[in-house]
């Protein structure tokens, strides 16, 4: 995503803001997108836990309708995931993402407004004032989460996202951006670096009962 291999990788996204309607395709995407992300990091158990902990869809309802938190979707076309498989054929591979998953067929999307509208390929969730997670002063925004599906992984995706999170910190004349990243998310931790962030601290992020280590890092605007 970050790091796409070449310029001729990189695709435009049709972003838009999630409404409270949007909870069943934001639960499926973050399902799949965190399951792919971090398998593997803790027991089946504690995956579960936190799973519905954090993104069942009465949970991502309340999210939604929280005046300080915001949700972005980016969509590509319908069949644009194909030609995105081909082009990485082609280049010899995948070119490498931070935090990318595709766990399902376009078909088998259960949303049929959002395949007319185009497939969600991923989406960022904002935080401000006490919605953040961290006292990080009024004049800071949160990335709390940032998310591509694995088959649009090398696309700039999550670049356009970011840059959608720094154009609306801007315009409520915001001064600094923060985020939480897991310690061993190297592909991640680069990706950010590369936007400017750099690590300012670090708190325990709990994934289900497994105690795990965030950096916190952050950027001026």
Request: net charge negative; glycine share 10%.
């Given at each position: 995503m970050?790091?796409?291999?070449?310029?001729d990788?990189?695709?435009?996204?049709?972003?838009?803001k999630?409404?409270?309607?949007d909870?069943?395709?934001?639960?499926?995407?973050?399902?799949?997108t965190?399951?792919?992300?971090f398998?593997?990091?803790?027991?089946?158990?504690?995956?579960?836990?936190?799973?519905?902990?954090?993104?069942?869809?009465p949970?991502?309802?309340?999210?939604?309708?929280?005046?300080?938190?915001?949700?972005?979707?980016?969509?590509?076309?319908?069949?644009?995931?194909?030609?995105?498989?081909?082009?990485?054929?082609?280049?010899?591979?995948?070119?490498?993402?931070?935090?990318?998953?595709?766990?399902?067929?376009?078909?088998?999307?259960?949303?049929?407004s959002?395949?007319?509208?185009?497939?969600?390929?991923?989406y960022?969730?904002?935080?401000?004032?006490?919605?953040?997670?961290?006292?990080?002063?009024?004049?800071?925004?949160?990335?709390?989460r940032?998310?591509?599906?694995?088959?649009?992984?090398g696309c700039g995706?999550?670049t356009?996202?970011m840059?959608?999170?720094?154009?609306?910190?801007?315009?409520?004349?915001?001064k600094?951006?923060?985020?939480?990243?897991?310690?061993?998310?190297?592909?991640?931790?680069r990706?950010?670096?590369?936007?400017?962030?750099?690590?300012?601290?670090?708190?325990?992020?709990?994934?289900?009962?497994?105690?795990?280590?965030?950096?916190l890092?952050?950027?001026?605007?």
């Amino acid at each position: 995503m970050g790091n796409a291999a070449n310029s001729d990788s990189r695709v435009s996204g049709a972003i838009r803001k999630c409404g409270i309607d949007d909870a069943a395709m934001l639960h499926q995407l973050s399902v799949e997108t965190y399951v792919d992300t971090f398998d593997g990091t803790s027991s089946d158990e504690d995956m579960q836990k936190f799973l519905e902990e954090t993104y069942s869809e009465p949970i991502l309802r309340e999210e939604l309708a929280n005046p300080n938190s915001v949700y972005f979707v980016i969509s590509m076309p319908a069949g644009a995931r194909n030609g995105v498989r081909q082009r990485n054929k082609q280049n010899g591979g995948e070119a490498a993402g931070f935090a990318d998953s595709d766990n399902a067929d376009d078909s088998n999307n259960s949303d049929s407004s959002a395949v007319s509208a185009g497939i969600p390929a991923g989406y960022i969730k904002l935080n401000f004032g006490d919605a953040q997670i961290e006292d990080m002063g009024p004049d800071a925004m949160e990335v709390q989460r940032l998310y591509i599906q694995k088959a649009f992984k090398g696309c700039g995706l999550g670049t356009q996202l970011m840059n959608k999170a720094f154009d609306l910190a801007r315009e409520r004349k915001l001064k600094k951006v923060w985020l939480g990243v897991w310690e061993h998310n190297e592909p991640a931790k680069r990706f950010y670096a590369s936007k400017g962030f750099v690590r300012v601290g670090q708190h325990a992020f709990w994934q289900g009962d497994d105690k795990q280590t965030d950096y916190l890092m952050a950027r001026d605007l």
